[in-house]
């Protein structure tokens, strides 16, 4: 698996992929909670030496680095952020995707929540509703394409480092989208009560992202697209097979057919939970990797190696309750991993952001055994 071969970031993720042998695996992580960095700051951290976009890579830690084509795939125009109620303890928020929720306020760091909001309002509930709602989702307004064409394309041509269409959760999916736009409970109903705006929806969704995508990648090749999809719970996911392959299947095969026939290499899918069941129907699709592979819902790298062997590379894995527990649980968790490293097709990373019970001396060595283990060195 490893070689003395000296590569940049792109030759050891393509390597990594390609199951051949590598001088290191990429050193990948998502971030961490707004609360974990006050605890670490409080536990001693310099919060100047740390960049906190791990996405785009990190010195402090040696994140390998990726580059993201910064495309903006949001509504436009948004809806105007609004305080609807504020009672000192919870405030209820029009937000600019529309969606109306009420947040717990005690605990809120930088924005971020300690504990999920109560959704209340969403801004479709049926097919006049999310055609108004289209008028939002115009693929091609040149206010989508944030960066400098000239500028770029010579410098993505020759480049050493990753290169991704879309930063983190701006390529969105078609769980995701049609979930935001109607909210869980409206979105499980909707397969059965409003089967012909949720076709609507899901045809909506590749095309729009096809036609967004097709100016860039008719300059550059891109190393993956990662969409966002969050679809499944702890238990399996948040619809049926037979739901996923009727409703949002064909849409998702049409895109991934488009993007690897217009110089995407790869293409991974996004979501928490365990989507075991909906593996198949990825696969079918073209999906090439999975990722976070969240641990304590049984999403297990070792199993879905051996259940869907090597045509489904891994990102994630590594399960962050078990870092908390201290460096010789950290020890023993990354041992665990090491045959998955040397067989190749996985990239181990916390099996999400990183949560303030996790200490920086946990982290810290973790990080320091993880390099070991990308290394050959554990």
């Not at 909707?190 to 012909?196: F, L, N, S």
């Not at 697209?225 to 499944?232: A, I, K, R, T």
């Not at 619809?239 to 488009?258: A, C, G, N, Q, W």
């Amino acid at each position: 698996m490893f070689t003395e071969t000296k590569m940049n970031g792109r030759q050891q993720f393509i390597n990594v992929m390609e199951y051949k042998a590598v001088d290191a695996v990429p050193n990948y992580e998502v971030g961490v909670w707004n609360q974990t960095k006050e605890r670490w700051q409080r536990e001693g951290l310099d919060i100047s030496k740390l960049g906190w976009n791990w996405f785009w890579g990190e010195d402090y830690f040696h994140l390998t680095p990726r580059e993201y084509i910064r495309l903006n795939l949001s509504m436009i125009p948004p809806y105007e952020e609004e305080i609807l109620e504020d009672d000192g303890m919870y405030e209820i928020v029009r937000h600019t995707n529309g969606v109306v929720t009420k947040a717990l306020k005690a605990g809120t760091s930088g924005g971020m929540r300690a504990c999920m909001d109560q959704y209340l309002g969403f801004p479709v509930t049926d097919t006049a509703s999310f055609r108004e709602l289209k008028k939002r989702y115009i693929a091609s307004l040149p206010e989508r394409y944030l960066f400098d064409w000239n500028e770029k394309i010579p410098e993505w041509k020759n480049r050493g480092h990753v290169l991704v269409l879309g930063e983190n959760c701006t390529t969105l999916g078609f769980f995701w989208l049609i979930r935001e736009w109607m909210g869980t409970e409206g979105c499980s109903y909707g397969w059965y009560d409003q089967p012909a705006l949720m076709h609507e929806m899901a045809e909506f969704i590749a095309d729009y992202t096809i036609e967004a995508a097709r100016p860039v990648l008719a300059k550059t090749d891109v190393d993956y697209v990662f969409l966002n999809e969050d679809l499944s719970m702890k238990t399996g996911p948040l619809l049926s097979p037979d739901t996923y392959k009727e409703f949002i299947f064909p849409h998702m095969r049409r895109l991934v057919d488009f993007l690897k026939k217009n110089n995407v290499r790869y293409m991974f899918v996004d979501t928490d939970g365990n989507p075991d069941a909906l593996i198949p129907l990825f696969l079918e699709a073209g999906v090439d990797g999975l990722w976070p592979l969240e641990r304590v819902c049984g999403a297990d790298p070792h199993l879905f190696r051996k259940k869907y062997g090597k045509q489904l590379r891994l990102s994630g894995g590594v399960d962050k309750m078990r870092i908390a527990k201290g460096k010789e649980e950290i020890d023993r968790h990354l041992a665990e991993l090491y045959p998955l490293i040397e067989e190749g097709g996985f990239i181990p990373t916390v099996d999400h952001t990183v949560p303030p019970d996790i200490s920086l001396d946990n982290f810290e060595y973790y990080m320091k055994r993880k390099m070991d283990l990308l290394t050959g060195k554990f």
